[in-house]
């Protein structure tokens, strides 16, 4: 999306605007707080959850068919939209960060009583030669202190990644908040507490092509150049991941991402792997982003991105498709890197009951954790929103997350 010198005004696709209003009667947590989380006002997601209750006969006032008719016989007022709610933060337990002294305290109690320092030690997390210190002298020493902080600071960035953090990112993330220290120190810490990151498991060959006569004639635009850009909506990339398992049958995920900023930008999920649910995944990227003439969108060589139907969906919204090379899924890195993220921080960790349950679950992963905190080692260890917001203000796009 080209300069226009102010924020674009944000438009959400229908499909969006059901699962916020899911995500809402789901989570049972407050509009507010989900308007945070999404970044979206909160006038305008309580606004969508009245239309839903309307539509569903729970609510007096016009139903979307009413007011898709009203807009045809006048233009409609855009409300101004109201500032932010707030939040307010989780409790960090009864122990306060860097009170140390009364864990110290706890577990002296635990060892008069003739139990297991050790085990009191791991329970509290804290260190074993920290306690030892404290028991010796009375205080422990400088160093060990900032090691309590530390290591707490560290746990919260742990828990508010959902334990998917490993060294590198957590690292970042404290370069991010302004604490200096190196990498091992921060190993060893996590080693203490028994943190680790999630790592990703061996994956399976899901892209089936077409037979080499009915193969397109579209070359690679992209040549495995997938480093972030300065402008926006210029290089799209997309893939289908096998199913994700469900009590119910499998699900399956179309994604488009722009790899200027690795934002998922538009996805959409069914029971099957037809042309269709890729069209519906781009259809949402192209309403929320709008992009110029001249989008380059780079997949792989499946049958679905390789069909006559979606090259000519393509060519009519003014896309130019770019395909992989046969048997090279690394010219599609982008794309299988995401979907590597989602299984092992997300899918792999819990079974899931419904297929409902999973889409639920993977529309908040994009919407609320990967594309607006998760830290993108590419781009310098920044979220996508935050390389769209900061690193790309001022330059060729004005598009705000």
Same mark, same amino acid.
């Given at each position: 999306?080209?300069?226009?010198?102010?924020?674009?005004?944000?438009?959400?696709?229908?499909?969006?605007? +059901?699962?916020?209003?899911? !995500?809402?009667?789901? $989570?049972?947590? +407050?509009?507010?707080?989900?308007?945070?989380?999404?970044?979206?006002?909160?006038?305008?997601?309580?606004?969508? /959850?009245?239309?839903?209750?309307?539509?569903?006969?729970?609510?007096?006032?016009?139903?979307?068919?009413?007011?898709?008719?009203?807009?045809?016989?006048?233009?409609?007022?855009?409300?101004?939209?109201?500032?932010?709610?707030?939040?307010?933060?989780?409790?960090?337990?009864?122990?306060?960060?860097?009170?140390?002294?009364?864990?110290?305290?706890?577990?002296?109690?635990?060892? &008069?009583?003739?139990?297991?320092?050790?085990?009191?030690?791991?329970?509290?997390?804290?260190?074993?030669?920290?306690?030892?210190?404290?028991?010796?002298?009375?205080?422990?020493?400088?160093?060990?202190?900032?090691?309590? +902080? *530390?290591?707490?600071?560290? %746990?919260?960035?742990?828990?508010? $990644?959902?334990?998917?953090?490993?060294?590198?990112?957590?690292?970042?993330?404290?370069?991010?908040?302004?604490? &200096?220290?190196?990498?091992?120190?921060?190993?060893?810490?996590?080693?203490?507490?028994?943190?680790?990151?999630?790592?990703?498991?061996?994956?399976?060959?899901?892209?089936?092509?077409? @037979?080499?006569?009915?193969?397109? /004639? +579209?070359?690679? !635009?992209?040549?495995?150049?997938?480093?972030?850009?300065?402008? *926006?909506?210029?290089?799209?990339?997309?893939?289908?991941?096998?199913? *994700?398992?469900?009590?119910?049958?499998?699900?399956? !995920?179309?994604?488009?991402?722009?790899?200027? $900023?690795?934002?998922?930008?538009?996805? %959409?999920?069914?029971?099957?792997?037809?042309?269709?649910?890729?069209?519906?995944?781009?259809?949402?990227?192209?309403?929320?982003?709008?992009?110029?003439?001249?989008?380059?969108?780079?997949?792989?060589?499946?049958?679905?991105?390789?069909?006559?139907?979606?090259?000519?969906?393509?060519?009519?919204?003014?896309? /130019?498709?770019?395909?992989?090379?046969?048997?090279?899924?690394?010219?599609?890195?982008?794309?299988? $890197?995401?979907?590597?993220?989602?299984?092992?921080?997300?899918?792999?960790?819990?079974?899931?009951?419904?297929?409902?349950?999973?889409?639920?679950? /993977?529309?908040?992963?994009?919407?609320?954790?990967?594309?607006? @905190?998760?830290?993108?080692?590419?781009?310098?260890?920044?979220?996508?929103?935050?390389?769209?917001?900061?690193?790309?203000?001022?330059?060729?796009?004005?598009? &705000?997350?």
């Amino acid at each position: 999306m080209e300069a226009t010198g102010s924020r674009q005004r944000r438009v959400f696709a229908p499909e969006y605007k +059901a699962e916020v209003v899911e !995500l809402c009667r789901s $989570s049972g947590r +407050a509009v507010g707080q989900v308007a945070h989380d999404l970044d979206v006002s909160e006038t305008v997601v309580r606004r969508w /959850v009245n239309q839903a209750e309307t539509d569903a006969g729970h609510r007096v006032g016009l139903t979307t068919t009413e007011r898709e008719e009203l807009t045809r016989l006048r233009k409609p007022k855009v409300p101004r939209p109201a500032g932010r709610a707030g939040h307010f933060e989780a409790s960090d337990g009864f122990f306060r960060t860097g009170d140390a002294m009364t864990r110290y305290r706890c577990i002296a109690a635990e060892k &008069a009583a003739a139990r297991a320092v050790t085990r009191a030690c791991a329970v509290l997390k804290v260190s074993r030669s920290a306690y030892c210190q404290w028991d010796t002298f009375g205080l422990p020493s400088g160093r060990m202190r900032q090691d309590v +902080a *530390l290591g707490e600071r560290i %746990a919260r960035i742990h828990r508010e $990644s959902r334990g998917t953090y490993g060294v590198p990112r957590v690292h970042g993330q404290l370069r991010h908040e302004g604490i &200096a220290c190196g990498k091992q120190r921060v190993a060893r810490l996590m080693a203490v507490r028994g943190l680790v990151g999630r790592c990703k498991r061996r994956g399976k060959q899901t892209t089936i092509a077409l @037979r080499p006569a009915a193969q397109p /004639v +579209a070359t690679d !635009l992209v040549q495995r150049d997938f480093t972030p850009a300065l402008i *926006l909506n210029r290089v799209w990339v997309g893939d289908i991941t096998f199913g *994700l398992r469900t009590w119910e049958g499998w699900c399956y !995920l179309a994604t488009v991402i722009d790899l200027a $900023s690795r934002r998922v930008v538009g996805f %959409a999920m069914a029971d099957h792997m037809r042309t269709s649910l890729v069209y519906e995944a781009l259809t949402m990227a192209t309403t929320t982003r709008r992009p110029a003439l001249g989008l380059v969108f780079h997949a792989d060589r499946g049958s679905q991105d390789t069909s006559r139907e979606f090259s000519q969906m393509l060519k009519a919204r003014g896309i /130019v498709q770019s395909l992989s090379r046969p048997r090279q899924c690394w010219d599609n890195a982008v794309a299988e $890197s995401f979907f590597a993220t989602l299984k092992t921080e997300l899918i792999y960790r819990q079974s899931w009951p419904t297929r409902t349950a999973v889409r639920r679950a /993977v529309f908040e992963f994009i919407e609320v954790f990967y594309n607006r @905190r998760r830290l993108h080692s590419s781009l310098g260890y920044c979220s996508p929103a935050e390389y769209e917001g900061v690193r790309l203000r001022g330059g060729s796009t004005a598009f &705000a997350a």
